[in-house]
């Protein structure tokens, strides 16, 4: 069975950071990139960051860009976020998805930024 579980959400002050983990189940994971993908209250979802297959690069929104780091571990099946520096605009709901071939979606972890 094909499932994404996002976790690692959280409130947090501005400047702080969290680290996000999704662990995929149900599909060959070391063979597709993987993303992060959020959506805040009102707004549409929006691709974050993505990284590729067998640690391949990285691609980065240029509203996260050297604040978030995407990584995987394709041993454990796992995609993280770390996210540094956090700003009140990246208070959202986080998901995790292929950027391709889309599966369906897990219950995301919130994220809030607040003082």
């Known amino acids: 069975q094909v499932q994404l579980v996002e976790s690692g959400g959280g409130l947090v002050q501005p400047g702080g950071s969290l680290r996000l983990s999704c662990l995929a189940s149900g599909f060959s994971f070391g063979s597709y990139a993987m993303s992060w993908y959020r959506q805040a209250p009102g707004n549409e979802r929006e691709l974050v960051a993505t990284?590729?297959?067998?640690?391949?690069?990285?691609n980065y929104a240029a509203s996260v860009k050297g604040r978030f780091t995407i990584s995987r571990d394709n041993a454990k099946n796992m995609v993280y976020l770390q996210m540094n520096s956090l700003k009140l605009e990246d208070t959202a709901v986080y998901y995790c998805?292929?950027?391709?071939?889309?599966?369906?979606w897990g219950q995301g972890t919130q994220v809030i930024v607040s003082s």
């Open positions: 998805n292929r950027p391709t071939f889309t599966l369906p």
């Open positions: 990284v590729f297959p067998f640690g391949g690069p990285t």
